[in-house]
């Protein structure tokens, strides 16, 4: 079983920047799609950046520009870097790897909070 554990959340306020890590348990993200998603209060989950396997990176309307996503797979860890973060940036932030090409997720991390305030 896959482990996805994210780590760099915290207190910023806007303007700032927050760059997320996550490690996994194994050498997957070089062969699997990978993703961070977010979950506001009060709102859906909402996909925020994915890489294919093969590197080809998705980012959300509202995060372009300021959101990167990238991997190192010889330390099997995902990253997204936030610049110039908003207060509606604020979430729980998740990683998660794998699954089908436009299917959902299979493993997913514990999430870690962003707040950022005004």
């Known amino acids: 079983q896959v482990q996805l554990a994210e780590s760099g959340g915290g207190s910023v306020q806007a303007g700032g920047s927050l760059k997320l890590s996550c490690a996994a348990s194994?050498?997957?993200?070089?062969?699997?799609?990978v993703g961070w998603h977010r979950q506001a209060p009060g709102k859906e989950r909402e996909l925020v950046s994915s890489m294919s396997a093969l590197g080809i990176t998705h980012y959300a309307e509202s995060v372009k520009g300021r959101f990167t996503i990238s991997r190192d797979n010889a330390e099997n860890t995902l990253y997204l870097q936030m610049n110039s973060l908003k207060t509606e940036d604020t979430a729980v932030y998740y990683c998660?790897?794998?699954?089908?090409?436009?299917?959902?997720?299979?493993?997913w991390g514990q999430g870690t909070q962003v707040t950022v305030s005004s």
């Open positions: 998660a790897a794998c699954g089908p090409k436009y299917g959902a997720f299979t493993y």
């Open positions: 194994g050498n997957i993200f070089s062969l699997c799609k």
